[in-house]
């Protein structure tokens, strides 16, 4: 059974740091693209990140680049997201997914983990 | 990027009643639209892949058929446990792109 479990969030103030990491057991994770998908409160779904399989190539939505840095440790079977200079516009629940690229794409998701960037 | 425009946002609809949730793409994608259940405080589900296709242990009364850039998913006898949160993404185009939600609840 495909299981991704995240970690790490919680409250930071404006211009702080926070790293989350999501845990994936029942799959070969080092055969498959993974990312980050978060929704603010009361707001839609939006993609944040992915990383391919290897770990060698990393994308991002524009509102994050330079800020949020996605990677992963397929030793571990475990992803991370860095996120640096946090805006209270991030404040979201972070959501860590399978991406079975190119074919079905986010098949598997997490339960997510709430980040709240507030003074 | 591509717009995904979801509808209705909210739906009350009685047990065994037939529900149809829209999704319209802002171009044409081809078929590689995906629909997601997702229960309160639960991880999101995969329902329906590649638009049309039931992903493997979801019940039969699920289904998508998509014509041009309108796709729609419908559930043929509304059951209890299909009460959730209901949504949309497009993975033709980077960056994947999400509907706004569609939550189903009992009349």
């Known amino acids: 059974e495909v299981q991704l479990v995240e970690s790490g969030g919680g409250l930071v103030q404006p211009g702080r740091s926070l790293k989350l990491s999501c845990a994936a057991s029942g799959f070969t994770f080092s055969n498959y693209y993974m990312a980050w998908v978060r929704q603010a409160p009361t707001k839609g779904l939006e993609w944040v990140a992915s990383?391919?399989?290897?770990?060698?190539?990393?994308y991002y939505r524009d509102s994050v680049k330079g800020r949020f840095t996605i990677s992963r440790d397929n030793a571990k079977s475990t992803l991370y997201l860095q996120m640096d200079s946090l805006r209270s516009e991030d404040t979201a629940t972070y959501y860590c997914t399978r991406e079975d690229y190119p074919g079905i794409t986010l098949d598997y998701w997490g339960q997510g983990v709430m980040v709240t960037v507030s003074s | 990027d591509i717009q995904v425009t979801q509808s209705p946002s909210s739906l009350l609809a009685s047990l065994g009643e037939r529900v149809t949730i829209t999704c319209q793409t802002s171009q044409s994608i081809s078929n590689n639209l995906n629909w997601y259940q997702q229960k309160p405080g639960q991880a999101p589900m995969l329902l329906i892949y590649y638009a049309t296709s039931l992903q493997t242990g979801m019940p039969s009364r699920f289904s998508g058929q998509y014509s041009g850039r309108s796709f729609t998913l419908t559930i043929t006898s509304l059951e209890p446990e299909d009460i959730a949160n209901y949504f949309c993404l497009q993975h033709y185009s980077a960056p994947w792109t999400f509907g706004g939600g569609t939550k189903l609840e009992l009349k």
């Open positions: 990383i391919t399989n290897s770990g060698g190539s990393t």
